[in-house]
């Protein structure tokens, strides 16, 4: 599958099925993660791997939904200000920026290995950090569950290029 094919066709699963995630899918997934561009290449994310089973309860606190405890595997993308390039002229921190291209890798790397992932924000941000015992470093920033679809894509909703395009040229 090239880019353009992998992009068109990743999408927001809702519905897992319990099927273990490979090893080394799995593997490659977090390479991919590894290789992420960051802000000075200083990679101020972490990943925290979480296997659902026995853990839904928890997990339900972060995200309260049926399907975000479904698959096998829950990730949380996690951003390291204190290790996050700053910019000197305003002070702005890329860490954030850097978690979120780190978790872009991931649900790409894992559409390609047929896998589904589903990006979500709106979980409880002291929960999070309750549940996965997170050092006050190590700030919430996505999560995901990882594991094999028991769902089908809608048809996207995407505006236009000409919203989305400022062109100077």
Not at 24 to 43: F, G, K, M, N
Not at 77 to 100: F, H, I, K, N, Q
Not at 117 to 137: G, K, M, N, S
Request: charged letters at 25%.
């Amino acid at each position: 599958m090239n880019f353009q094919e992998l992009v068109r066709a990743r999408y927001s699963v809702r519905a897992y099925d319990p099927t273990p995630v490979d090893d080394d899918a799995l593997a490659r997934i977090l390479e991919a993660v590894r290789l992420a561009p960051t802000a000075a290449s200083r990679q101020a994310f972490r990943v925290v791997l979480i296997r659902t089973e026995g853990q839904e309860n928890e997990l339900r606190r972060i995200y309260d939904r049926d399907w975000f405890v479904q698959a096998p595997l829950v990730l949380a993308l996690c951003a390291v200000p204190s290790e996050g390039w700053v910019r000197a002229a305003d002070g702005w921190p890329a860490a954030g920026v850097d978690a979120t291209i780190a978790m872009t890798h991931l649900v790409l790397a894992a559409a390609e290995e047929g896998l589904g992932t589903c990006w979500i924000a709106a979980f409880d941000p002291v929960a999070a950090r309750e549940v996965l015992d997170l050092p006050d470093d190590l700030v919430p920033w996505a999560f995901t569950p990882l594991g094999h679809p028991a769902d089908s894509p809608s048809p996207k909703r995407r505006k236009p290029l000409e919203k989305l395009v400022i062109d100077r040229r």
